[in-house]
């Protein structure tokens, strides 16, 4: 059975609200693959009418988060070649903006939250907690992408990790996947403290290859 949504709070503007809802549950394979997703059954689960979630389901769709059928929606299902494109694109990404934070020389102190979250996932890790190590990871990529200095790039990120995102929620409860994780995400931790861009550059490649080999043994 389909996990219940969460009736949302009503503020403006709605359909920024819902479509972010919809990308978030997207985000954290809390809806599935192949699910079907109407219009109706989605806007009695938020508590809203249909209008804001026809509206969003339209954005998600012309992001590919969601794939028209007929008058509804599916949650899409990747298959190899699918993430085989997408990687191509995050390989031209976000190597040059791992190199643009460190060439921009951050503070130590800006960095703390960055360590923070790798502790947070180490401790997850130790505590074997495959949940609370996924959300730490979430935390640990949103402030270095906060740090990007160029925005355009960091938008054009956002899009194409969201297409991979809902599959690595299936990967995570592994403790090898996360000691992998782990042992990536140091090593880039330290190229940004140590302000060398082609060491950061490089440290994320080899993190995305080795999440790309993991999604293409996975996904099926």
């Known amino acids: 059975m389909a996990p219940a949504l969460q009736v949302l709070e ?16 997207l985000r954290a394979g809390r809806l599935e693959k192949g699910q079907l997703l109407q219009e109706a059954a989605l806007a009695a689960q938020l508590g809203v009418s249909r ?27 990747l298959n190899d070649a699918d993430i085989e494109d997408i990687y191509e694109l995050r390989y031209l990404l976000e190597p040059q903006a791992l190199r643009e934070i460190a060439e921009s020389r951050p503070k130590r102190e ?49 899009l194409y990790a969201d297409h991979v995102r809902y599959l690595r929620a299936f990967t995570l409860g592994d403790a090898e996947v996360r000691a992998a994780v782990l042992k990536g995400l140091k090593r880039l931790l330290n190229a940004l403290e140590a302000g060398d861009g082609d060491a950061a550059a490089a440290a994320m490649l080899a993190h995305l290859a080795k999440a790309k080999s993991i999604l293409l043994e996975r996904n099926g």
């Open 10 to 25: 009503r503020s403006l503007p709605l359909g920024d609200r819902v479509y972010a809802t919809l990308r978030e549950y």
């Open 51 to 77: 209008t804001p979630v026809r509206e969003a389901l339209a954005r998600l769709a012309s992001e590919g988060l969601v794939v028209a059928e007929g008058r509804s929606f599916t949650v899409p299902t």
């Open 110 to 158: 800006a960095l703390a939250p960055l360590r923070k979250a790798l502790e947070e996932m180490r401790a997850a890790n130790e505590a074997g907690d495959g949940a609370e190590f996924m959300e730490a990871n979430y935390r640990f990529r949103a402030e270095w992408m906060h740090r990007v200095p160029n925005r355009r790039l960091a938008r054009a990120i956002e």
